[in-house]
């Protein structure tokens, strides 16, 4: 089955503990990206990968790092999480194609708090 | 920098009747334009997706349009049944990154 997968999917956590978020798809898509969503901010693109080692800034990178070593991973990396990065935080894949641009597929999520 | 816009943020209707809900962004070169359905707390299902060559997409009692030199899309919910009740998501790709650019979303409630 196509999927995005995420884990963990529910975090508890204190201000200061690194964490990872892991994100793996098994559909050989050359972008991937992530996101988060607040209430009343709706959802906003944190970075993205346009292939392996190939990774940029969103509209949302302070506080954030992420690694793109093979083509189906793209882990998020919270070096010292602060509240604010309290969250919902999806990853999504999609191909990439010259002139086109295909169907986003999104993970279910991961809920995040800080303490 | 693109921006998306839904309205109305929510609307209630009771089960049966045709619908109809608003997106409109401000940069019209786009790749494409997304719809996408979130129930309370959950991922984000799409619905349906129509590039930027493409007027309309159609699926199942779903349709949506794209009028890209306007920047307005609309989806088309025929004969809404209260499992239909969630958030609807516009969001559209551009930009050399592709970024996909969401709106704020619909909250509709289709009443039994």
């Known amino acids: 089955e196509a999927q995005v997968t995420q884990n963990p999917r529910y975090l508890i956590t204190v201000t200061g503990k690194k964490l990872t978020v892991t994100c793996s798809q098994n559909?050989?898509?050359?972008?991937m990206s992530w996101y988060r969503q607040d209430p009343g901010l709706g959802l906003r693109q944190i970075y993205y990968?346009?292939?392996?080692?190939?990774?940029d800034k969103g509209d949302v990178p302070e506080g954030y790092k992420v690694s793109r070593k093979e083509k189906r991973n793209f882990p998020l990396i919270l070096e010292s999480p602060s509240p604010n990065q309290t969250s919902l935080y999806f990853c999504?894949?999609?191909?990439?194609?010259?002139?086109?641009?295909?169907?986003?597929?999104f993970g279910p999520g991961t809920r995040l708090t800080v303490t | 920098k693109q921006e998306v816009t839904q309205i109305p943020a929510a609307l209630s209707v009771p089960e049966g009747e045709n619908l109809v809900l608003n997106c409109s962004f401000t940069?019209?070169?786009?790749?494409?334009l997304q719809w996408f359905r979130q129930d309370p707390g959950k991922g984000l299902t799409s619905l349906l997706l129509i590039q930027s060559s493409q007027r309309e997409q159609t699926s199942g009692r779903l349709n949506a349009s794209l009028d890209k030199s306007s920047g307005r899309s609309t989806l088309y919910i025929a004969a809404s049944q209260p499992g239909d009740s969630a958030t609807y998501l516009c969001?559209?790709?551009?930009?050399?990154?592709?970024?996909?650019?969401f709106g704020s979303g619909t909250q509709l409630t289709v009443l039994p």
């Open positions: 999504a894949s999609s191909l990439l194609t010259r002139g086109r641009s295909a169907e986003q597929y």
């Open positions: 559909m050989n898509h050359e972008y």
């Open positions: 990968s346009m292939n392996v080692e190939v990774t």
């Open positions: 940069d019209s070169a786009i790749y494409n």
């Open positions: 969001a559209v790709t551009s930009g050399s990154a592709r970024q996909l650019t």
